[in-house]
Structure formats: structure tokens, C-alpha cells
């Protein structure tokens, strides 16, 4: 059985759940992998939060009870996890656009969030160049927003980099004092309520002067993509390289810590360009 079969069936232990409590360590258990690395997968590959998908799925079930059956709205909000009929209500609405009273009217339209699951296809057409490095403890210093994955993540980067003035950016190559050298994108762990600190900077060992902020890694094992090509396109498609094949095929696993994206000086639309991702990993 491959990760992404494993990855199936934990869908299905949380679909058979919607209607009552859900464990992540059982999700985890079933997926034979850490949870940290069922919810980076899973945002990878679906293409949003595992949490995202859960609530979606509480709410498309909700709205055919609503539509089936003569039960009382605070008893199906109950039902998928709501404390009170008037939290049901906001995220009823801010899914499907319409109260949950105003679903049972025939004719109205709603939302269905599909029942997920997983496969595999190796083409064996591309390969992918990678290596595996054990890196002293770092930091990343530079600049940081807080961006959700809920909404366009990869819109609100690039915005953040079409932000940094000439000023700055000189001032950031001036402090990378480690390798790799030149510009680094950072992303921290995911948080609970599906964010991530997003920080644009450079590899250091010296101390964070006065105008930035300092985002420490601990010292561990990379798994280091790559990249020929121009960007964005080059990039982004090697990170759905990584966790489509990479990780199901391999037996690494991502671990809870920050993802790197490195940048070499030059033209970036230029086939040539070279970049590289760095993921922290475990096992293999």
C-alpha cells in the first residue's frame, strides 16, 4: 500500500466522523504518519487546510440534513460540531451565501465540498534533482507578514515581494553570513488557525540588527529540491512534485519546521534560472 492509498483511508476514517468527534492522532495512526506531515500533504495535495476541508465537509452534510429532514436547525448544528446556532449560522452562511432556515426553501442554491481522496501517477518523465543535507542551527533574519492559507497564500507572497524596496533588500545581502548565500523566502510552521509567518531575508548566524526580525531554526536533516527554470512556474511546480512523488515514494516525512525557498542572483524569467527548496525532513 502506497502513502497516498494510507492517505485515502484516513479521509475515510474522517468522513465516517463528521457527525462526531474526530482525532488526529487516530488520522495520523491510520495514515502511518505524523500528523504534522497528514496536514502538509493533505494542503499540498488538496489544496487546502485539513481543518478547511473538515469544516466544509460538516457544512455540506448540514445543508442536506437541512434540505432531507425535519430536524431543528440547533440539533444539526449540534450535530456537526457547533456550540450554538448562531456560530452554525455564520459558518453556514459564509460557505453557502444563505441562512440555514433560508436552505430548506426549495430551489436555493448551495455548495457541496466533494468527498476527497488520493492517487498516485508516476510518469517517470521528469526527474527530480535532490539531495539530502544536515544543517547546524541558523536564522533566517529579514522582514515577515502573517498570511492565511484559507485565501490566495501565493498571491499575498508575491505581493510582499513586490513591496521590498531596493533599500532593503541591499541592506538584507549585506547580513548573509551562511549558505546558502543570497535572498531566502521562509515559511514557519502552520498554526492552528491556518496561517503561517512568511519572511523574506537571508541565512545568518550573526544577531538580528535593529529593523528586522529573526525567525531561529534548530539544527536537522533537509531534504534540498533543485530548480531550473523561470519563476514562479519552476518553483511551484516542483512543490507539487515534492509532495505528489517525492514524499510517497521516498519514506521521508516533513517535520514541524520552517520551509525555505532559496534565490540566486540573476534573471528569473530566464530558463536558466536556478533556485531550490529546502524542506526538513525524517526518516527515509
Not at 495520523?28 to 500528523?35: D, F, N
Not at 487546510?49 to 442536506?64: F, G, K, N
Not at 541565512?203 to 526580525?213: D, L, N, R
Request: glycine share 8%; net charge negative.
Amino acid at each position: 500500500m502506497n502513502a497516498l492509498e494510507q492517505m485515502t483511508k484516513a479521509i475515510d476514517y474522517i468522513e465516517e466522523n463528521l457527525d462526531g468527534e474526530i482525532d488526529e492522532k487516530e488520522i495520523a495512526r491510520i495514515a502511518l504518519c505524523s500528523s504534522y506531515h497528514f496536514k502538509r500533504m493533505f494542503l499540498f495535495l488538496i489544496g487546502m487546510p485539513l481543518s478547511e476541508y473538515i469544516r466544509r465537509r460538516r457544512l455540506t452534510l448540514a445543508a442536506l440534513d437541512l434540505q432531507t429532514t425535519d430536524a431543528k436547525v440547533i440539533d444539526i448544528a449540534v450535530k456537526y460540531g457547533y456550540s450554538s446556532a448562531d456560530a452554525f449560522s455564520r459558518a453556514f452562511q459564509a460557505m453557502h451565501q444563505v441562512t440555514p432556515s433560508h436552505a430548506r426553501k426549495k430551489g436555493v442554491r448551495l455548495k457541496i465540498q466533494p468527498h476527497v481522496s488520493f492517487t498516485l501517477s508516476l510518469r517517470g518523465v521528469l526527474e527530480m534533482k535532490y539531495r539530502i543535507v544536515e544543517k547546524e542551527a541558523f536564522s533566517v533574519v529579514g522582514i515577515k507578514e502573517r498570511f492565511s492559507y484559507v485565501d490566495n497564500l501565493g498571491a499575498s507572497v508575491g505581493q510582499m515581494w513586490g513591496s521590498v524596496t531596493e533599500e532593503i533588500m541591499g541592506k538584507l545581502r549585506s547580513l548573509a553570513r551562511a549558505d546558502p548565500g543570497g535572498l531566502v523566502g521562509a515559511y514557519s510552521e502552520m498554526y492552528e488557525d491556518n496561517t503561517t509567518d512568511y519572511y523574506i531575508g537571508v541565512i545568518t548566524t550573526e544577531e538580528c540588527p535593529e529593523g528586522f526580525v529573526k525567525l531561529a531554526i534548530e539544527a536537522q536533516t533537509w531534504a534540498v529540491f533543485e530548480i531550473e527554470g523561470p519563476l514562479p512556474q519552476a518553483m511551484s511546480d516542483v512543490w507539487g512534485r515534492i509532495f505528489s512523488e517525492f514524499f510517497p515514494t521516498t519514506g521521508y516525512e516533513h517535520t514541524p519546521a520552517p520551509e525555505i525557498e532559496w534565490y540566486s542572483a540573476g534573471d528569473m524569467s530566464s530558463e536558466r534560472y536556478e533556485s531550490e527548496i529546502w524542506i526538513p525532513v525524517v526518516g527515509g
